[in-house]
C-alpha cells in the first residue's frame, strides 16, 4: 500500500530492544540522500521522506520505544498494562523551544484500534499553522465521502458520558490478564529450544516465538491449523525487508500470538496446545 501511493523509495530499518536501530536509519538516509538535498529541503519546508514505525507494543515484536528513540506515536499507548503510560508524541513539541509550531510534531489516533475495528473515525494533534493546510481546507474536509460523520457522531457522544474511558479501562485489564496467563503457560511449557524475545507490557500480541532451526514456522502453523483449528500467524507475514538481512531468519521463523479475540479461559486452552503441539513436532525431528 505504501509502495503505490508514495513516491518515496522504501528501505527497511533494523530493530533493537528498545525499537529501531537510529544508526542503521542514519546509514540508509544518508545513502539515499545527500546532505546537499536534506539542507535544499530544509530550506524549501519539503520533505523527502516519510517514516512508517510502531514505537510502542511493536507488531510483532512487541518492543517500546524508548524516549531517546522516540519519532512517533500511537493510539497502542492507551492500551497499556501498567500505571506508567508512555507519553504522546505531541507532549514532546516544547512550546519553548526557538522554532516551536512551524510543524514538527503531528500526532495521529485512531477508534478503531480502541473501540472496534473498522470504524474508521480517529483524531489528529498538531500546530495550528499546519491545520488549516492539513484539515481545515484540505481535501479530507472538502469531500463528502471522506468524514464519517454519523459514527464520528456516536462516538463523540459515548466520549461524554465517559464510556470509552470505561471500556478501554476493560480491554486493558483483560488484555493484561490474558497476556499475564499466556506468558505463564509459555514459559512453563514451551520447549527450552524456543525463545520468547520480548515480554509486551501493553497491547494484545506477544512477541514473536522464535523456533530451533529444525523446525519451520509455515510447517508449524499449519500442523496447528488443521489438526487443533489453533490460528497463528507466522513471521514471513511481517517481513518486507531485504531477504538477505541477518536478521531475517529470526524473525521470520518464528510464531506470534494475539490475545484481544479470544476468552481468557480459551487462551489457556490454546496455549497448552500451542505449547504440546511444538513439544511433539520438535520431538519427531
Known amino acids: 500500500m505504501l509502495k503505490n501511493s508514495l513516491s518515496f523509495p522504501?528501505?527497511?530499518?533494523?530493530?533493537?530492544?528498545?525499537?529501531?536501530?537510529?544508526?542503521?536509519?542514519?546509514?540508509?538516509?544518508?545513502?539515499?540522500?545527500?546532505?546537499?538535498?536534506?539542507?535544499?529541503?530544509?530550506?524549501?519546508?519539503?520533505?523527502?521522506?516519510?517514516?512508517?514505525?510502531?514505537?510502542?507494543?511493536?507488531?510483532?515484536?512487541?518492543?517500546?520505544?524508548?524516549?531517546?528513540?522516540?519519532?512517533?506515536?500511537?493510539?497502542y499507548n492507551i492500551l497499556h498494562y501498567n500505571d506508567k503510560v508512555n507519553r504522546r508524541l505531541f507532549a514532546y513539541d516544547y512550546p519553548k523551544d526557538e522554532n516551536y509550531g512551524i510543524g514538527h510534531v503531528i500526532s495521529n489516533g485512531t477508534f478503531s484500534k480502541l473501540l472496534s475495528p473498522g470504524l474508521r473515525i480517529g483524531w489528529i494533534e498538531m500546530p495550528l499553522n499546519r491545520k488549516k493546510q492539513f484539515w481545515s481546507e484540505s481535501w479530507i474536509m472538502r469531500s463528502g465521502g471522506s468524514v464519517n460523520t454519523y459514527t464520528a457522531g456516536i462516538i463523540t457522544e459515548l466520549l461524554k458520558d465517559g464510556q470509552?474511558?470505561?471500556?478501554?479501562?476493560?480491554?486493558?485489564?483483560?488484555?493484561?490478564?490474558k497476556m499475564e496467563a499466556l506468558l505463564m503457560i509459555l514459559e512453563d511449557e514451551l520447549p527450552k529450544e524456543c525463545q520468547i524475545l520480548h515480554k509486551p507490557t501493553g497491547s494484545n500480541v506477544t512477541t514473536p516465538i522464535?523456533?530451533?532451526n529444525n523446525l519451520i514456522s509455515t510447517n508449524v502453523i499449519a500442523v496447528l491449523r488443521d489438526q487443533h483449528e489453533l490460528l497463528v500467524l507466522d513471521g514471513h507475514s511481517f517481513w518486507s525487508g531485504d531477504s538477505?538481512?541477518?536478521?531475517?531468519?529470526?524473525?521470520?521463523?518464528?510464531?506470534?500470538?494475539?490475545?484481544?479475540?479470544p476468552l481468557l479461559d480459551e487462551i489457556i486452552k490454546a496455549s497448552h496446545i500451542f505449547c504440546s503441539t511444538i513439544k511433539e513436532l520438535l520431538h519427531s525431528k
Open 10 to 75: 522504501l528501505r527497511d530499518i533494523k530493530i533493537e530492544s528498545d525499537g529501531i536501530d537510529l544508526e542503521d536509519l542514519e546509514t540508509k538516509w544518508f545513502s539515499t540522500y545527500s546532505i546537499k538535498e536534506c539542507e535544499e529541503a530544509k530550506k524549501n519546508q519539503k520533505f523527502l521522506g516519510a517514516l512508517y514505525l510502531i514505537p510502542h507494543y511493536h507488531n510483532p515484536t512487541g518492543t517500546e520505544l524508548s524516549p531517546k528513540k522516540l519519532f512517533c506515536d500511537d493510539v
Open 164 to 177: 470509552v474511558s470505561n471500556l478501554v479501562k476493560e480491554i486493558r485489564v483483560e488484555n493484561k490478564a
Open 210 to 212: 522464535k523456533l530451533p
Open 244 to 261: 538477505n538481512d541477518d536478521s531475517r531468519k529470526t524473525l521470520t521463523n518464528g510464531i506470534r500470538l494475539a490475545v484481544a479475540y
